[in-house]
């Protein structure tokens, strides 16, 4: 199983669970504060998916990106395309996903990294 996110109250984490279901991924949640957590304080849940459903998750997470692509206001400085990729760790494409599927709830707001897809030069964006 791979964790995808950490919620404190279980109508959050049964929320982005069927976000996930309607579009195909299977997610599972677990108990996971073993009642040894003060009540209120840290995640008590964990959203899981099944390794397989990673791919799933990707494409999903990559029509994201492309259903966005019109409504940049940034593209690439070498060549001005605005198809470009942000190269992130896996979780925090994960996170990028959650976070656009149930509407924003980030918690990232550092720069990012992109790359170009049409002249694969790298570059950096300030939100
Ligand atoms: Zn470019």
């Known amino acids: 199983m791979i964790v995808i996110g950490y919620y404190a109250t279980l109508e959050d984490a ?3 669970a069927n976000k996930l279901v309607s579009r195909g991924v299977k ?3 677990v108990d996971a504060s ?9 995640p008590a849940f964990e959203l899981q998916i099944d390794p397989q459903d990673r ?5 999903l997470s990559d029509n994201i990106h492309r259903q966005k692509i019109d409504e940049r206001k940034h593209s690439c400085p ?13 979780s925090e494409l994960i996170f990028g996903a959650i976070t656009a599927l ?6 990232m707001n550092t720069s990012l990294w992109y790359r170009c897809l049409e002249c694969s030069s790298r570059f950096r964006i300030s939100p």
């Open 14 to 16: 049964q929320n982005d």
């Open 27 to 29: 997610a599972y949640i």
């Open 34 to 42: 073993g009642g040894s957590l003060i009540p209120g304080i840290g």
């Open 55 to 59: 791919a799933k998750l990707e494409a």
């Open 78 to 90: 070498e060549c001005g395309s605005k198809d470009y990729k942000s190269i992130v760790p896996f």
């Open 102 to 107: 149930c509407g924003g709830r980030s918690g």
